[in-house]
């Protein structure tokens, strides 16, 4: 009990402990013993509630001296840090960051994430549940529920697309491991548009072998796409996405380099948590030359996958299975089926520089396709520069 009035809003124990006195000093014992039993109960009973004055006075006591009494950077030790804490209320800043993250940095500090280590650590100073709690009184700062968490931001696999908007810049490579050299280079610039939104721009390099075992190469495609998160839900775990990709046929498909065609591409894409830092991520789309020559293909691509760390509040690694699904609609729909084993790690201490290794099997129709090794790099750019954070 004694704990749960740590817990409690001072104003309520006193309301409480008034109560207490008046019933039991006049004699009514009755009352009394009811009210004393109940009282445990009427603490405990609304953590929530409980939590936030508690959040709100080790805020006060542990963190507004730099952080500023709502959060926004501006207390009276702020003015010697550089650089400054970053407005908590921010809910483009602190809404993409997950719990799991800012509870390693505000126990270990601010190096443990490759910030500045003049955010000190409070894992010796405060108890694991305090630093909970203080967190939820940090969260409480964004008022606007529309950004998504960062929680539902899941890794993103080599080929099924992510529901989550995205500030990233990565470079994927998928080459061939067996038969006649190919190699698809692809860079990706995605730059989130407010709460929920995201614009990308792709850009292909080819290179591939000759049966003569000479090599050509050069520019490919360009793709601009656009997407739009229509649902998010941080208590139930998920998010829904639409978008589409529109592919230019700017490479030279004569000469093996691109399409040929425009190919427009929409989907819907599904990202959920389940339980143990497991996810599994779906995407549903269709690829819609418009030149009438080439087939259209619908494709199911979902990636199943868990997140883990090897000690407490170190790296995140993520590993995952996609299986990608393809019809193609022309003369009776033929169906091939993949499966693609990867494994996402972080680089650097800020865990925005990220790599993805993986291969990607054929399961049906092995014998018309090659198998393939996949490798991205990743940045999310709005954490900080590539160079930041190691
Ligand atoms: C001595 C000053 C100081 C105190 C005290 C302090 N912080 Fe910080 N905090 C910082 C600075 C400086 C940064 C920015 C680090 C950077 O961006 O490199 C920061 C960053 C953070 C971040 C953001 C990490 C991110 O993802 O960018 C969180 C969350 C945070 N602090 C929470 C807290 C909490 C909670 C407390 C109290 C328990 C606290 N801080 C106490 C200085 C302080």
Redesign the pocket.
């Known amino acids: 009990m004694d704990e749960a009035r740590e817990k409690t809003d001072p104003a309520q124990t006193e309301l409480l402990d008034g109560l207490l006195e008046r019933l039991c000093g006049a004699g009514r014992a009755v009352q009394c013993a009811a009210l004393a039993l109940a009282l445990p109960w009427a603490l405990l009973a609304a953590p929530g509630a409980a939590a936030e004055p508690h959040g709100a006075a080790?805020?006060a006591a542990?963190?507004a001296?730099?952080?500023g009494a709502g959060g926004s950077?501006d207390?009276p030790?702020?003015a010697g840090?550089d650089?400054?804490?970053?407005d908590?209320g921010d809910c483009a800043?602190?809404n993409r960051?997950p719990d799991a993250?800012?509870l390693a940095?505000?126990h270990e500090g601010?190096s443990a994430?490759g910030?500045?280590p003049?955010?000190?650590g409070?894992g010796a100073s405060?108890s694991r549940e305090d630093?909970e709690v203080?967190?939820a009184?940090?969260r409480r700062f964004c008022r606007d529920s529309d950004w998504p968490r960062g929680e539902l931001n899941l890794p993103r696999p080599l080929f099924t697309e992510k529901a989550f908007p995205e500030d990233e810049a990565v470079f994927t490579t998928v080459a061939n491991a067996e038969g006649d050299g190919d190699v698809v280079g692809e860079f990706l610039f995605e730059k989130r548009i407010g709460p929920r939104s995201q614009l990308e721009l792709a850009y292909e390099l080819r290179a591939r072998e000759e049966p003569d075992g000479s090599w050509l190469g050069g520019g490919g495609d360009l793709a601009i796409g656009a997407k739009h998160a229509f649902h998010h839900d941080f208590e139930r775990g998920r998010i829904l996405s639409a978008g589409f990709e529109a592919w230019l046929p700017t490479g030279d498909d004569e000469r093996g380099l691109g399409r040929g065609s425009v190919v427009l591409e929409p989907y819907l894409a599904w990202g959920q948590l389940l339980p143990r830092g497991a996810f599994l991520q779906v995407q549903a789309l269709a690829e819609l030359p418009t030149d009438r020559d080439l087939a259209d293909e619908l494709q199911l691509r979902a990636a199943l996958g868990g997140s883990f760390t090897l000690r407490p509040f170190g790296r995140i690694i993520s590993p995952m299975l996609e299986v990608i699904a393809a019809w193609e609609l022309a003369g009776g729909s033929t169906f091939k089926l993949d499966l693609a084993p990867q494994v996402q790690i972080p680089l650097n201490r800020r865990q925005h520089v990220r790599l993805n290794v993986g291969a990607r099997f054929p399961v049906t129709r092995a014998e018309e396709r090659d198998t393939r090794v996949g490798v991205y790099l990743l940045w999310d750019w709005y954490?900080g520069g590539f160079l930041e954070g190691w």
């Open positions: 080790l805020f542990h963190c001296a730099c952080h950077g207390g030790a702020a840090l650089p400054k804490p970053r908590l800043f602190a960051e993250d800012w940095v505000v601010g994430r910030f500045s003049l955010m000190p409070f405060l630093l203080v967190l009184h940090v954490d």
